[in-house]
């Protein structure tokens, strides 16, 4: 009987199902299989993971990663996230294996390369999908999810014009769609998921203004835009959403004001970032005193432009207790510029970032008693006077990173402040003024990164204590204070200046101790710090030769011995291989320039003026094809400028002044860029040394747990350039060119040497030049015609020659250069010189011949007699 036999094929299969399935046997055997193929096609060609798979474990609910229901013994999870062996490759999961698991709810496939999944995700159940972090170019077909509440696609390759299949998921809660290209405007798409509640468009490269496509009628709770480049105005529909938590708006190019109206509006605010933006005019805090939730408020670099104030006592008090507060560059309460008095009732941050305020008062040390929990505390470049008024019985354990660097704070270091901060990473007070000795208690602070004393007044010996037993610490920075005392040498250690406890710490990369009052040799135990990257001894007296220890650093890049007395050359086993950043101006170096330059192949600045180096310029110098600052004034270096250095085509600044060079100038000098043609973005300028340290504080929202997540404070650094720094003399003034401002100068200096004949005509063919010195040298005839063609010329110096003829015509920068660019040539005229020119039955202008030996090592000045003497000139 057809009914009869098919409840008794039914009423079996449930008995089966019981037995095989829903009993204690375990996972179905569909599923188990299922696993099997799944696992398989995870490693295909030949990968390894998920190895417990199919093991002795029979039962399939009880493998990694698998979830099953625990009294059906259906798998209802697979968390699967970087599962695929990146070195596999990418390839497309086929979605078919994924059909035997019915009753799955959460399936995660996040970072696992997948190029797209294909075929039907076909899940009656499913709530959440993440498939980001794969390199989906594709969207998964998603039109059999009709559970589906969270869907992530964060960091895939995604672009609008795919979203369309969204429009499925009618159930849809949370969307991330994080760091995608969709590229436009908000995709309209969304806003028909009305059921919405958390929507990530962060780094998606979205721009113009910001429309809201019907997100404004959705319930959003959690809005993220950072990352993209909206601009305009803020859309007043933001009003309407009256049930957000988060706002993201970090990093965009919104302008304009920011309506009050919007912060009390939106009386459920948790976390609000308008960071990074180009907002103005002023914003009242006051006005979220009543937002009981808030938890995190950023505005930190807008532009000045935004006023953030509040010190109208009636909104003292708010019913918020902060875990973030960022403030940076605000115009913090302009003008009295006092300190948020609110910030007196909190007691639960833990990062306060009110740095570039100019905010005065008393060092607001209160803060840090208040706030036990706080870890990060930056309030540097502001007005801050007073001493450092800690408590020596406070204990601030969760402290990790604070800056008063940039301040007034004056007095001395409590002696105890080593002791209470013994978590302290990153400890910036540079720029301040405090006096007397460096506590010995800063030895007690295990995990010390960087430390930065420099720019105070702090005077006696580092205490030998204070580097014992340390291993952590990358950057010492002790510039500009009073310290004093001798560098220890092997073989006495006690009373140092810095002891021997100092090699504990064999990270080390940056050490800065320039202008102390350090005296005696380098000790040869610098060597034992290998890692050293960046080291400063300059404006010291340290005298004497540079060790051979100094041969086993083999990682330096950065090395500024200047203005000391050392000499007279450097160590033949020097390895320079790494070397960037050169500097030994103003020593005592002596003989010809040290061989063991030779091997420094990726120098970009050598820096040896002002020393009494004598012979020849070396022939190896074309081996230093990196070379953009060659710096060899003043010294006594001698015979002609050899053809060789018109090999070092990226030199912008050459100064060679204020030697016994003779000969005529190269005229294959215009070999050379001096500022043409300069790549801007390559690395040149970046040194990993003398970081900038900073510290990121990640949270995340749980929509699940409807909270947030503080995920820890996360301690970063970036390259930083700013050591970089050249000094070049224009006319009457000597400039210092730091950091990247260094790619837009260039410069040529040979004054002050005995150099004779004509100024080749190629000399003319510099057109990036800015800054031309040929003074005080024994040049003769005209000055080229081809002058004119120097169109970035700033400063030119031909002063004190016997240059004849016309000075050039006073057109465009020309017509700014004065009598002194010229003066001291008797037989020069023309403006701006008061001796004028009398034009007589000039000869055609002859235009010198190309010298056309140039390019095979030796030349011959040009010979080319009538060019000058076509003018007269009266006094
Ligand atoms: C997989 O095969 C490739 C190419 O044959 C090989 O390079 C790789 O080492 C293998 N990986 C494993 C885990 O065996
Ligand atoms: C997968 O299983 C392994 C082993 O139990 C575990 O270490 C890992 O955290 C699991 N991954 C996830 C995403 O659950
Ligand atoms: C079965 O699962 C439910 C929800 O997933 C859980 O609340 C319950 O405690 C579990 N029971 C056992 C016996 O593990
Ligand atoms: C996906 O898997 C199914 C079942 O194993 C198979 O029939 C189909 O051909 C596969 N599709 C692709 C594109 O490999
Ligand atoms: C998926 O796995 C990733 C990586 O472990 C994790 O960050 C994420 O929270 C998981 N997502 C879900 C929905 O389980
Ligand atoms: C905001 O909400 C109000 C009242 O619910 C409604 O009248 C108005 O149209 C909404 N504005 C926008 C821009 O959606
Ligand atoms: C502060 O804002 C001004 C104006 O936009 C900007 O020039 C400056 O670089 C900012 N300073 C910092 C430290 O962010
Ligand atoms: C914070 O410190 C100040 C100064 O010591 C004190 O007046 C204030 O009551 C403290 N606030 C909290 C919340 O502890
Ligand atoms: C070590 O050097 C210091 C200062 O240069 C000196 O005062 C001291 O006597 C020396 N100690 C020994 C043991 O040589
Ligand atoms: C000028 O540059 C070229 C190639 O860039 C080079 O071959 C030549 O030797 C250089 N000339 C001189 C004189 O250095």
Redesign the pocket.
């Known amino acids: 009987m057809e009914v009869s036999s098919s409840l008794y094929l039914a009423a079996y299969a449930t008995c089966l199902s019981l037995l095989l399935g829903y009993g204690s046997l375990g996972c179905l055997e569909e599923e188990k299989v299922g696993l099997l193929q799944l696992k398989a096609s995870i490693n295909h060609p030949n990968g390894t993971s998920l190895s417990s798979w199919g093991g002795e474990v029979g039962d399939c609910c009880k493998w990694e990663n698998v979830t099953c229901d625990n009294k059906t013994n259906r798998v209802i999870q697979l968390?699967l996230?970087?599962i695929r062996d990146f070195e596999l490759g990418e390839c497309s999961l086929n979605a078919s294996l994924l059909l035997p698991f019915q009753q799955l709810q959460?399936l995660?496939l996040?970072?696992n390369a997948f190029t797209g999944i294909e075929g039907l995700l076909r899940f009656k159940k499913l709530q959440?999908l993440?498939v980001?972090w794969n390199n989906l170019r594709t969207i998964p077909n998603l039109s059999a999810l009709p559970s589906l509440k969270?869907l992530?696609l964060t960091g895939n390759n995604l672009n609008s014009s795919q979203l369309q299949g969204l429009k499925y998921l009618s159930k849809l809660e949370v969307l991330n769609l994080h760091y995608n290209n969709l590229m436009g405007g908000i995709p309209p798409i969304i806003g028909t998921l009305s059921y919405l509640k958390s929507l990530s468009l962060g780094i998606c490269n979205l721009n113009g203004s910001l429309l809201m496509e019907g997100l404004c009628k959705l319930n959003l709770e959690e809005l993220d835009l950072s990352g993209n480049s909206f601009e305009g105005t803020l859309p007043a529909c933001l009003n309407n959403l009256t049930s957000l938590r988060l706002i993201d708006l970090f990093e965009n190019d919104f302008s304009g004001t920011i309506p009050s109206s919007l912060f009390s509006n939106l009386k459920s605010l948790e976390y609000i970032s308008l960071s990074d933006n180009h907002f103005e005019g002023s914003i009242y805090y006051g006005s979220l005193f009543n937002h009981s939730r808030l938890q995190v408020f950023d505005l930190t670099s807008n532009n000045k432009y935004l006023k953030v104030q509040n010190e109208n006592p009636t909104w003292s008090v708010p019913l918020f207790q902060l875990k973030i507060l960022k403030l940076s560059n605000c115009t913090l309460n302009w003008p009295s510029r006092v300190l948020p008095s609110f910030l007196l009732s909190q007691y639960d941050l833990r990062v306060i970032d009110l740095s570039y305020n100019d905010l005065t008062g008393d060092v607001p040390a209160w803060l840090l008693d208040n706030n036990t929990k706080l870890e990060y505390l930056r309030f540097e470049s502001n007005s801050l006077t007073g001493v450092l008024d800690l408590r020596s019985n406070s204990i601030h354990s969760n402290m990790r990173l604070l800056y008063l660097s940039l301040n007034c704070i004056h007095g001395e270091l409590p002696p105890f402040i080593g002791s209470i901060f013994l978590g302290f990473e990153v400890l910036d007070l540079s720029g301040n003024a405090l006096q007397g000795n460096i506590p010995s208690s800063m030895g007690d602070i295990d995990q010390l990164v960087s430390l930065d004393f420099s720019n105070n007044n702090l005077s006696g010996q580092l205490p030998e204590h204070m580097m014992m037993g340390r291993n952590s610490l990358w950057v010492l920075k002790l510039s500009n204070n009073s310290l004093h005392g001798t560098l220890p040498t092997k073989s006495n250690l006690t009373g140092l200046f810095i002891s021997r406890g100092f090699l504990n710490s064999p990270t080390l990369q940056a050490l800065d101790i320039n202008s102390n009052s350090l005296w005696g040799q380098i000790p040869i135990w610098i060597g034992d710090f290998s890692n050293l990257r960046a080291l400063n001894l300059s404006r010291n007296h340290l005298d004497g030769v540079v060790p051979t220890g100094f041969c086993k650093l083999n990682e330096l890049s950065f090395l500024d011995l200047s203005h000391n007395k050392i000499g007279p050359t450097l160590p033949s086993c020097a390895n320079l291989k790494n070397m960037k950043f050169l500097h030994l101006e103003s020593n005592e170096l002596r003989g010809p320039i040290p061989d063991v330059l030779a091997g420094a192949t990726s120098l970009v600045t050598l820096n040896l003026r002002d020393n009494k180096l004598s012979s020849p310029i070396p022939p190896w110098f074309n081996l230093l094809s990196k070379l953009r600052y060659l710096l060899l004034k003043g010294s006594q270096l001698e015979d002609s400028i050899p053809l060789h250095l018109c090999q070092l085509k990226s030199i912008s600044i050459l100064d060679l002044s204020h030697n016994h060079l003779s000969g005529s100038i190269p005229p294959c000098l215009d070999n050379i860029t001096f500022g043409r043609e300069v790549a801007l973005m390559d690395d040149t300028f970046f040194m990993d040394t003398f970081n900038r340290w900073y510290g990121e504080y990640h949270v995340t929202y749980s929509y699940e747990n409807q909270v947030f997540v503080y995920q820890e404070l996360f301690i970063s650094y970036e390259a930083s350039t700013e050591r970089e720094e050249i000094e070049f003399i224009t006319k009457c003034r000597s400039e210092a060119y730091i950091g990247n401002i260094l790619y837009f100068m260039s410069g040529l200096d040979l004054s002050g040497n005995q150099l004779t004949s004509l100024i080749p005509p190629e000399i003319g063919n510099l057109s990036g030049i800015h800054t031309l010195n040929l003074s005080y040298n024994q040049l003769t005839r005209s000055i080229p015609q081809t002058f004119s063609n120097l169109e970035e010329i700033e400063s030119l110096d031909l002063s004190q020659n016997g240059l004849t003829g016309k000075t050039p015509e006073r057109k465009l920068q020309f017509a700014t250069f004065e009598q002194s660019s010229y003066e001291g040539n008797p037989l020069l005229c023309g403006l701006p010189l008061e001796r004028s020119c009398t034009p007589t039955s000039a000869p055609p202008a002859v235009q010198p011949p190309v010298s056309n030996n140039r390019e095979n090592g030796s030349w011959e000045p040009y010979s080319y007699g009538v060019l000058e003497d076509h003018m007269e000139w009266h006094s």
């Open positions: 968390s996230p970087l959460i995660n996040s970072h959440v993440n980001g969270v992530d």
